[in-house]
């Protein structure tokens, strides 16, 4: 499939079909080679992918907006039946927060939000991260076999986000079943069965957080919920429930896969490159830059939409009002006059730091500290005590779901020593 749809003429195959979604970054290649912006005929969606274009058009908030919120939605209004809209009744009505509004209302959102990942909580966070991080490996370590997406890199994050959000042990599993549930209807890939049963999730999300959000509310602890239910700006009201349900949901969906993926894929990256492996054992401060190369990499994020607000043009290119765009920003990492050589990793690579991963704008990721912590403590734990990794499969067999957003390895097969 992968090299069938490269060597088919561009306009034949959409940039978000499965057989695209499966090569990206040779397909992406191509898009940049014929122009910073291309019109899908078969959609209509215009497709970013150049650095610099990326970032033009993430900071140009007011021409390009995040008021994409119906694609996080079940399906979109025209397809609402009676059933989903009957399971959706049991639950709070859905509210565009920070990913799905723009100024003036995002920075309401936004100012509030900060309060919760100051670099005071992050850097409260450490001393759990590398206990939650040594745990892991010790198991791992047990069988000297494992499945490393699941075995680590999935509870990872899942576990410090759990815990600052005030999930019980107990909940765990239905915690990752909603995330996954999230994850599922973003992926535009999503069944009506699917859609149906993600309705019913967030329902049940909903309900489990509003109860929590009841309990912090009277009784604060030190987490991020708690910042979150407490956080005040001056002349502004507090959020409501509806809004800080709809604030947790984007945590899960946001904060999850994304760094579970991205920890993979440095492991993935490190077992394919043992001289970059033997140079971070060797130098364990390279880690910090090694963060940065991963995430430049591995770009969990792949793409996002955005959508026209005025008539407008990209390069010569006219954009009418009402245009679906897609910021491609997995493109725009791998952009081959930003960084030489962009395919290869290399964990001294002098700009890695400029890297887009996160987004760039006044939407930039809100979780980017927690999450290079978590990168940063896991690649440390990591390199500290295991000896040498390989892959318990053959490469071809690493499997990468088709998603319009994210990608992220499906799973990692491993023996480590
Ligand atoms: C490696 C991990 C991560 C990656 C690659 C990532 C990537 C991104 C990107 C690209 C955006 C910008 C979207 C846009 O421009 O429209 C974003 C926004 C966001 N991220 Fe992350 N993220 C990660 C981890 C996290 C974590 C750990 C959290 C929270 C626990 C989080 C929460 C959010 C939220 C709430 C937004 C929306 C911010 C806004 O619109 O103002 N992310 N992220």
């Known amino acids: 499939m992968t090299s069938s749809v490269l060597q088919k003429p561009l306009e034949e195959t959409s940039p978000i079909s499965a057989e695209a979604l499966s090569c990206p970054h040779q397909y992406n290649e191509r898009l940049r080679a014929q122009g910073s912006v291309y019109k899908c005929p078969q959609s209509g969606i215009y497709f970013v992918t150049d650095f610099e274009t990326v970032r033009k058009i993430a900071r140009d908030h007011e021409t390009f907006s995040n008021k994409f919120g119906q694609a996080m939605r079940p399906m979109n209004a025209s397809q609402v039946d009676e059933e989903i809209a009957a399971i959706q009744a049991e639950g709070y009505p859905p509210v565009d927060t920070m990913l799905t509004e723009?100024?003036?209302?995002?920075?309401?959102?936004?100012?509030?939000?900060?309060?919760?990942f100051t670099a005071r909580r992050v850097a409260t966070l450490e001393g759990n991260i590398e206990r939650i991080c040594n745990d892991?490996?010790?198991?791992?370590?047990?069988?000297?076999?494992?499945?490393?997406?699941?075995?680590?890199?999935?509870?990872?994050?899942?576990?410090?986000?759990?815990?600052?959000?005030?999930?019980?042990?107990?909940?765990?599993?239905?915690f990752k079943t909603w995330s996954d549930a999230f994850v599922a209807q973003l992926?535009?890939?999503?069944?009506?069965?699917?859609?149906?049963?993600?309705?019913?999730?967030?329902?049940?999300?909903?309900?489990?957080?509003?109860?929590?959000?009841?309990?912090?509310?009277?009784n604060p602890q030190d987490d991020i919920i708690s910042d979150i239910v407490h956080a005040q700006l001056e002349d502004e009201l507090p959020l409501d429930t509806p809004e800080m349900l709809s604030i947790l949901q984007q945590l899960l969906v946001a904060g999850n896969e994304t760094t579970t993926s991205a920890?993979?894929?440095?492991?993935?990256?490190?077992?394919?490159?043992?001289?970059?492996?033997?140079?971070?054992?060797?130098?364990?401060?390279?880690?910090?830059?090694?963060?940065?190369?991963?995430?430049?990499?591995?770009?969990?994020?792949?793409?996002?939409?955005?959508?026209?607000?005025?008539?407008?043009?990209?390069?010569?290119?006219?954009?009418?009002?009402?245009?679906?765009?897609?910021?491609?920003?997995?493109?725009?990492?791998?952009?081959?006059?930003?960084?030489?050589?962009?395919?290869?990793?290399?964990v001294e690579r002098e700009n890695a730091g400029t890297q887009i991963a996160f987004g760039y704008g006044v939407h930039m990721c809100v979780g980017a500290s927690l999450a290079r912590k978590e990168m940063n403590v896991a690649f440390r734990c990591l390199l500290n005590r295991i000896e040498s990794f390989e892959l318990a499969c053959d490469e071809d067999e690493l499997n990468y779901p088709p998603n319009v957003l994210l990608r992220g390895l499906s799973s990692l097969p491993l023996r480590i020593h």
């Open 102 to 116: 723009d100024p003036p209302v995002h920075r309401r959102y936004r100012g509030l939000v900060n309060q919760a």
């Open 136 to 174: 892991l490996i010790d198991k791992m370590l047990a069988r000297g076999e494992c499945d490393f997406v699941l075995e680590f890199a999935e509870p990872l994050p899942l576990t410090v986000i759990a815990e600052q959000l005030g999930v019980s042990l107990d909940d765990y599993e239905l």
């Open 263 to 346: 920890i993979a894929e440095g492991v993935l990256l490190m077992i394919q490159h043992p001289d970059q492996f033997a140079k971070l054992k060797a130098n364990p401060d390279l880690v910090e830059n090694l963060v940065e190369e991963v995430l430049r990499l591995s770009t969990p994020t792949a793409n996002m939409w955005r959508v026209v607000t005025k008539d407008t043009e990209i390069d010569d290119t006219p954009i009418p009002a009402g245009s679906m765009v897609m910021l491609r920003f997995s493109s725009a990492n791998r952009d081959n006059v930003t960084y030489p050589d962009p395919h290869t990793f290399d």
């Open 187 to 218: 992926s535009g890939m999503a069944s009506r069965e699917e859609a149906l049963e993600a309705a019913r999730m967030i329902v049940q999300f909903q309900q489990y957080f509003a109860e929590r959000l009841a309990e912090r509310k009277e």
